[in-house]
């Protein structure tokens, strides 16, 4: 304290700081509690929040990795009001897309395979260095294929080298091409053409089997062959022997005779050649079937008018001809001068081929709901070689005894014509120097 600008004394106070330490630490509590909730507050929101963002994405993200596993019928379900709505509504529309497309394409395929296993046709893909990669079924029946051999197995195995170097061609020129080959006793026409799967180049090749067509092609020559033949051989009679009368001076009456004896004979000849051919030819056409009037035939009687027609011919090479008939009338469905002419034809034939002395069995007999007739001699008999063809048109097993005898290799193909014309079936069978069976068999019907 001073006074008079002196010093005179000194006054001193205290007091606690507690209360303001306590204060203090008070609001240093209060702070930091603050502090601490504010910031529970904000991660809890933060927390709430990023779940919140969070959780569609990894429920689409589940979905989505169901459709990518294959599931193309599951869809995003999920409503948010915000741009996750767009986002569903865009890949669920794509899914849809992706599973028309996909069930498309399944469509097709399945249409594709399913032409490619039910054609008659053998399909293979052939890479470029000579194994089979993919067949279809009728491939894997003709060349003895295992499909779970492929990319093991190399085109030689079907036993063509042929193939393989025409397959490495196509593969170098990128050109398609056609060849024809024999394989395992089948001729095939092959197309073959490249064919690009991603980066692999391969060849497509298709087998077309052309041996039923090879077949007829040769026939048709044989018949073109064989009936030229058989024309110009009683021609060439007549023509010589015409030739020799024009410069007869007729002296000679008997000699004279003869050669008209020849050449009516052969004209004969070739007059039942072509009645054959036309009657042929006629029945064949579509407008000859259809007019052809079908009625109930009675077996037995047609049977006994074939013997009596060739009863004189049997007598005169000291035959037998042995009728017997059914226990009872039969009846088939079939025109009753076609029907006489499958008899008269088959046991012609019979005495044609059967030596002097010999015996024919012409029998009818019910078999069921079916009629059964049978013509059997015990003739020269027919060679097994030569079974098969018999019913072909202008074959003959001796050719030298067929003509001989007047055969023209025209009968037993009209006969095998007629009976499948009328619903039945012909069989033969025959042992060398033993005899021949043939065997008609044909569906029974009621008498008119």
């Known amino acids: 304290v001073y006074r008079g600008g002196q010093l005179i004394g000194i006054i001193r106070t205290s007091s606690s700081l507690v209360s303001m330490e306590q204060s203090y630490h008070t609001s240093l509590r209060v702070i930091l509690s603050a502090l601490f909730f504010a910031l529970l507050a904000a991660l809890i929101i933060a927390i709430w929040l990023a779940h919140r963002q969070v959780q569609p994405i990894r429920c689409l993200s589940l979905d989505a990795m169901e459709i990518a596993s294959g599931n193309l019928h599951k869809r995003l379900q999920w409503q948010s009001g915000d741009e996750f ?78 193939l393989s170097e025409a397959a490495q061609e196509v593969c170098r020129q990128g050109k398609a091409q056609t060849i ?132 004189a011919k049997a007598e005169s090479k000291a035959q037998t001809l042995v009728e017997e008939p059914a226990a009872m009338p039969l009846y088939i469905l079939a025109a009753p001068e076609l029907f006489g002419q499958i008899l008269y034809n088959l046991t012609e034939n019979a005495i044609k081929y059967t030596p002097e002395g010999g015996t024919i069995h012409v029998k009818a007999e019910q078999q069921g709901d079916t009629a059964t007739i049978t013509v059997k001699d015990n ?27 007047g055969g023209n290799g025209i009968g037993l193909s009209l006969v095998k014509f007629l009976v499948e014309l009328f619903g039945g079936t012909i069989e033969v069978t025959s042992q060398i120097c033993e005899g021949t069976t043939f065997t008609l068999t044909f569906p029974l019907t009621t008498k008119a």
């Not at 024809?180 to 298709?206: C, H, M, N, W």
């Not at 067509?213 to 073109?224: A, D």
């Not at 015409?242 to 020849?262: C, G, N, R, V």
């Open 379 to 405: 003739g020269i008999g027919i060679a097994p070689d030569d079974l098969p063809r018999i019913f072909d048109r202008f074959y003959r097993v001796d050719k030298a005894r067929a003509r001989k005898s």
């Open 180 to 311: 024809t080959l024999t394989i395992r006793s089948k001729t095939y026409q092959v197309f073959l053409a490249p064919f690009y799967d991603g980066p692999d180049e391969l060849v497509l090749a298709v087998f077309h089997d052309i041996s039923l067509l090879r077949e007829i092609h040769q026939r048709q020559s044989e018949f073109v062959s064989n009936a030229a033949h058989e024309l110009a051989t009683p021609l060439t009679s007549i023509s010589g022997f015409a030739e020799t009368l024009l410069d007869d001076d007729f002296k000679d009456p008997e000699a004279s005779h003869h050669f008209i004896s020849i050449i009516y004979r052969e004209a004969q000849r070739m007059n039942r050649l072509m009645k054959g051919l036309l009657e042929l030819a006629r029945l064949d056409s579509t407008h000859g079937k259809t007019k052809i009037k079908r009625r109930p035939v009675e077996i037995n009687a047609t049977l006994h008018q074939t013997i009596e027609q060739l009863q």
């Open 85 to 162: 709505d767009t986002l569903v509504q865009t890949i669920n529309q794509l899914t849809r897309n992706l599973s028309a497309k996909i069930q498309e394409s399944q469509a097709e395929a399945d249409k594709m395979s399913l032409i490619l296993n039910h054609t008659d046709n053998a399909i293979m893909l052939i890479d470029e260095r000579g194994l089979i990669v993919d067949t279809n079924r009728q491939a894997e029946e003709d060349f003895q294929l295992q499909g779970n051999a492929l990319h093991r197995h190399s085109i030689h195995v079907i036993g063509s080298a042929e």
